[in-house]
């Protein structure tokens, strides 16, 4: 189940400014509802005083995504039948016609090899590991708010994500809980505090909420593109690999199984138009890329706190 409205809010001038250039190149390509807000206008549909205006994207809005990756394994993954084997690390692929991947307790021989582990893949395909990096993003959920106290920080329930480089996410949960994520850990590793990260981001959003406690913390992993693009290819007649949604991969992994399959059946027209766009490596390569994309970040959250 789906619920409407996807909020994007602007802190700064600037970034209203640049809010309003994104209105108009969204409905240069069709979507036409967009709907500009200011100051008086985002305050009605979150209840905080940090932003001066916003976009709300109707067509956009929030999911349950584990449940829907829980609908999605639990069908029939191909018409003649298919099995997911969970806990069944590959260890190293082999081109060939058949193609041979090997785990730590068998292997397979298949016409066809996906690489899709993104964030998760480590240094299996090493050509792919230069031109991406993983990162971590932290998520905390609060205790049971109540649906009146839930609903008095997003009145119309939809999601919300800011404009900064580093961005804050947030919506409310089925249960009426407040989930709160933000931060990014370049190289993916786990943070020994996850509430020491993103409460204070949350209070500074909602100041209300102080007396809160937090009952759930977790952390996930994307994968990172230079240009933010995702990146669709192959590796020889018969191994594909789609992979680095930078951050919206819920959305995007679904496009990209479609084409996927569409490819694999004949039609490759859709899946090269996205195959063609350009890989770039991150600066530094595999040993700098972190500390100079970190350096980056700093640059770019500094300007967001000063509004240039």
């Not at 789906?2 to 600037?14: D, I, L, Q, S």
């Not at 905080?48 to 994207?57: E, F, H, I, P, Q």
């Not at 994968?223 to 191994?239: A, C, D, E, K």
Request: charged share 20%.
């Amino acid at each position: 189940m789906c619920r409407r409205g996807g909020v994007f809010a602007a802190e700064t001038e600037k970034q209203l400014h640049e809010l309003k250039a994104q209105k108009a190149r969204w409905e240069k390509w069709g979507n036409e509802q967009l709907e500009l807000l200011d100051a008086k206008g985002v305050r009605e549909v979150v209840a905080s005083d940090r932003y001066v205006g916003a976009l709300l994207d109707k067509s956009g809005g929030h999911i349950h995504p584990l449940n829907l990756a829980l609908g999605g394994g639990g069908s029939d993954p191909h018409p003649g039948g298919g099995q997911i084997f969970e806990q069944s690390a590959v260890t190293s692929i082999t081109p060939g016609q058949p193609a041979l991947v090997k785990t730590a307790k068998g292997a397979v021989k298949a016409r066809f090899i996906v690489v899709a582990g993104n964030a998760y893949l480590g240094n299996l395909v090493p050509e792919l590991a230069s031109k991406s990096m993983p990162c971590g993003t932290q998520v905390i959920a609060t205790e049971v708010l109540g649906e009146e106290r839930a609903r008095s920080l997003l009145p119309q329930n939809y999601c919300l994500e800011d404009c900064n480089y580093l961005l804050d996410y947030y919506r409310t949960s089925g249960d009426h809980r407040l989930i709160y994520g933000g931060g990014v850990v370049y190289g993916a590793r786990d943070p020994a505090d996850i509430e020491r990260l993103i409460i204070p981001k949350m209070l500074k959003t909602f100041p209300q909420l102080a007396d809160v406690k937090v009952e759930y913390t977790w952390t996930g992993n994307f994968l990172l593109t230079l240009s933010r693009l995702p990146q669709f290819g192959r590796i020889g007649p018969n191994i594909y690999y789609m992979q680095g949604y930078s951050g919206h991969g819920v959305t995007c992994t679904h496009l990209a199984g479609k084409l996927l399959s569409e490819v694999l059946s004949g039609q490759a027209e859709r899946f090269d138009a996205f195959a063609k766009l350009p890989h770039y490596p991150f600066p530094g390569g595999r040993l700098f890329r972190i500390p100079f994309t970190a350096a980056g970040a700093a640059w770019y959250t500094l300007r967001d706190r000063l509004g240039v």
